[in-house]
């Protein structure tokens, strides 16, 4: 039995659902569990752990992670699963004194309660409808974070890591800055039960030591969030309906489209449009 097939055989198809150790799968919670060893092997090989380490696994399902998970230097860690039935099962069947099982939505979350034991290293097979969610709450919380490996959405981790293209939208460029992103090895369907429709990702990320403070950083994030409103448009009538003066901008830069100009050119951008708004 090879690495892949020895954690498929309790899985039993009912009708249209996934059983797995007598319990059906949940598709409100995108329940795809991961049954690929070589997987958890190069997510758990992208991080350096520590004996003073802390853990979160978000969706722990059966607990194929988190099994792996507490066989790593590390000194806590934190599970958290929405679904009773398989924090019941992790928390019985695979006791551990360095972790603690939370019935919670991870999105609901005060993240103060994770001050005291920063910085948190996230490892987890993430339902795919919360990626973004998750992020931003994460953008908000950074500090309290080192480097993370989670599981998503083929063309998610492929837009988040995008500079430029069709995949390039202000959703890359907005974590891009404040996160290092890079690609991990790709996870085919077959790697889950039930298998979904889609490919998968390991997406690596570490909170950036230095994020450049933009002046007037409200309106930078309006403006940057204007020009890519509409993929298809220049930046100039992309902005143009928000009001920015643009006198100051190069028309080789207005002619654009925002899919076109990379995170250090808008820079640029921004620092002739401030020192232009110092003027008037």
């Known amino acids: ?8 055989t309790s899985n039993i198809k009912h009708g249209h659902a996934t059983r797995l150790h007598g319990h059906v799968l949940k598709k409100q919670y995108g329940q795809h569990f991961l049954r ?10 992208a991080v350096t752990l520590q004996s003073q380490s802390s853990i979160i696994e978000i969706g722990c399902g059966d607990g194929v992670l ?8 590390h000194e806590r860690l934190w599970v958290f699963e929405i679904d009773k039935e398989w924090s019941d099962f992790v928390t019985l069947t695979y006791p551990h004194p360095s972790m603690t099982v939370f019935l919670e939505d991870f999105l609901q979350v005060d993240f103060s309660r994770f001050d005291a034991h920063a910085p948190w ?8 409808q919360i990626t973004f969610p998750l992020l931003h709450k994460i953008q908000q919380n950074r500090h309290l974070f080192a480097e ?3 599981l998503v959405q083929e063309e998610v981790a492929q837009k988040l890591v995008a500079t430029s293209g069709r995949a390039y939208n202000f959703q890359s460029f907005f974590f891009q800055w404040f996160f290092e992103l890079k690609l ?3 996870v085919l369907p077959s790697s889950f039960v039930p298998p979904p429709k889609i490919d998968s990702r390991l997406l690596y990320f570490k909170p950036r030591t230095t994020v450049v403070e933009m002046p007037m950083q409200e309106e930078f994030w309006k403006f940057i969030k204007a020009c890519f409103v509409t993929p298809r448009r220049t930046i100039r009538n992309n902005i143009a309906t ?6 100051s901008l190069p028309d080789d830069i207005l002619s654009l489209r925002a899919q076109q100009v990379s995170l250090e050119q808008f820079i640029g951008i921004w620092n002739t449009y401030y020192k232009q708004l110092l003027s008037l």
């Open 242 to 247: 928000y009001n920015f003066a643009i006198q």
């Open 184 to 186: 991990l090895r790709k």
């Open 121 to 128: 290293h996230l490892l987890a097979n993430l339902p795919y």
């Open 66 to 73: 988190t099994k792996q998970l507490q066989t790593l230097p």
């Open 1 to 8: 039995m090879n690495k892949k097939q020895q954690y498929t």
């Open 36 to 45: 690929d060893q070589s997987v958890i092997d190069a997510m758990l090989e």
């Open 148 to 150: 993370s490996v989670i």
